[in-house]
């Protein structure tokens, strides 16, 4: 790319958090790069808790506006557990107010495409469009993508990170690495900013070929979510796709009105934590005017 930006903000994978229950698994996988065993019985532990739900609107978990604030400031400015443990530190920087200011173009690429993923990808960039009021769409014959998303099986990884590490070693992240890698980390990727201005201009998602049904498609949510800017997962946000335990396995309403946020003309690209969390405060009940007065069940 032209332009090219200063700096990137990784992002860590889909389930790499989780998972006492996912980690406690590896030692018979770890050797295997292929994942779809381990993601199978990893679904069947989940869906007995009742977990990976898709339903947008979750009536058993109310929220107020304050709470919708605090998460906000977790999903924002929190640093996420595993890139603090991976990265040398990562811990130590401020996170900043970071958003694509620009369209996003975006593309599937690799042999484990689907056409059911060029469906639901699709359906996935309406919301987010209506979410940030930004356009985001596929890109078109000629058209250069801010955007890919790669969908590759176990070989193809390999050959692909070998590929990018002899062409372009400066864009080898750590968040492809782990994809390649770490039988535990199925989903990832990593956006590219321009730091003067703190706005995205370019991100890469990753998502193994293997994973079928709901974990696939779950992994298109947070990968797409994330990399608009809302890149931290916490244990304290619910009823939300931006947790670890999975209980929920796609974009809820509860995320929709984080976009909102993070998108309001006045959350400005590179405020501080102590200078955006006010105006977010401000804002939260004209975004949800319904929610100043729902509160959490217990």
Known sequence: MTNAPSSFRPRAGRFAAAAGLFASMLAACSSSPDRSGLAERYEVELRERNFLRQDVIVGD?????????RHFERVVFDHEEQLSEGI???????L????????????LEGGGVRPTDETAVAALATRLAAYTGLEIRTARAGEEPTMRIFVMGPDERYAFLSRRRSDDPQNVSWSLESWVRQPQVPCSGFSRLRSAENAFVYAENFVSAELEGVL???????EMAQALGLTNDHPEVRPSLFNDDQEFAVLTEHDGYLLRLLYHPAVKAGMRRDEAMPVVRRIVDEIRPRGRGRRAAG
């Open 96 to 107: 900043l107010v970071v958003k694509w200011a620009g369209p996003i173009l975006y593309r």
């Open 61 to 69: 978990a109310p929220y107020s506006n304050a709470m919708l604030t």
């Open 88 to 94: 040398p530190g990562y811990a130590d920087r401020e």
């Open 216 to 222: 696939r498609l779950s992994c298109f949510h947070e």
